[in-house]
């Protein structure tokens, strides 16, 4: 796809999965700041509309630990905004808790999860012509029984975008977890796609050679990148 400096895929995986969590919380609750990223220079990416930025590395610690100073001067100049983004930094963990409300976490923990594995299908090298028998595809994240909790599209361009709201057209391919714990383990510690499906706690319909590919991309990203627990 574009030119990325490929040393930024994780970092910035990490950030886009920050911002797809807290995307979900605002619409949640109608408050939530959606924390959208920019690459800045010097290994440096800001979290929020102002105030605050992080060193590459730093972000990850914060992510791994829960705690790592962001750069003091950005802090100084927006003191109110960087003090709302880390307050809700740290609100996102809550959502990676299988004793809280499932039902409200699972849209959140997909997203992130989604926004980190577009990041690697738009950007990795390794993966840049993996896809290129697929356009115009729409897979649809699904409770059984209930509406999609999230989706993933390729545009005929060859873009892939994530989303949680309402997806509009037909899937090409339908993930449907037997229940909310299932789909919790499963988004937390990742999807084992034919052992699931055999045993009937997952079912896929459509085309399984997209979603195989999708599976095998989102193991990668998984293991390289920390879950936003802050």
């Not at 929020?48 to 914060?62: E, I, M, T, W």
């Not at 791994?64 to 950005?74: A, C, H, N, R």
């Not at 499906?197 to 999708?214: C, H, V």
């Amino acid at each position: 796809m574009t030119e990325f400096p490929q040393e930024r895929i994780v970092p910035w995986a990490a950030a886009r999965s920050i911002f797809g969590a807290t995307a979900v919380m605002g619409e949640l609750d109608g408050m939530t700041q959606k924390l959208e990223p920019v690459l800045l220079s010097g290994d440096r990416i800001s979290i929020g509309k102002n105030g605050l930025v992080f060193k590459q590395d730093s972000l990850l610690r914060a992510i791994k630990s829960g705690f790592s100073m962001p750069e003091l001067f950005p802090m100084l100049m927006n003191p109110f905004s960087a003090i709302k983004a880390i307050i809700t930094l740290k609100r996102i963990s809550r959502f990676y808790d299988p004793n809280l409300n499932l039902r409200e976490s699972l849209p959140v923990i997909l997203r992130a999860g989604l926004e980190t594995v577009t990041v690697y299908l738009n950007h990795h090298s390794r993966f840049n012509d993996m896809f290129s028998d697929f356009s115009d595809e729409l897979i649809t994240f699904n409770l059984a029984g209930s509406e999609p909790i999230g989706w993933l599209r390729r545009s005929t361009e060859g873009l892939f975008t994530a989303g949680s709201e309402s997806a509009v057209g037909n899937p090409s391919v339908e993930l449907t977890f037997l229940n909310k714990e299932i789909a919790f383990e499963g988004l937390l510690r990742g999807i084992d796609q034919l052992g699931a499906t055999a045993s009937g706690e997952m079912m896929i319909q459509g085309r399984l050679p997209l979603m195989d590919k999708i599976g095998y991309v989102s193991r990668i990203a998984q293991k390289e990148v920390p879950q936003p627990r802050l």
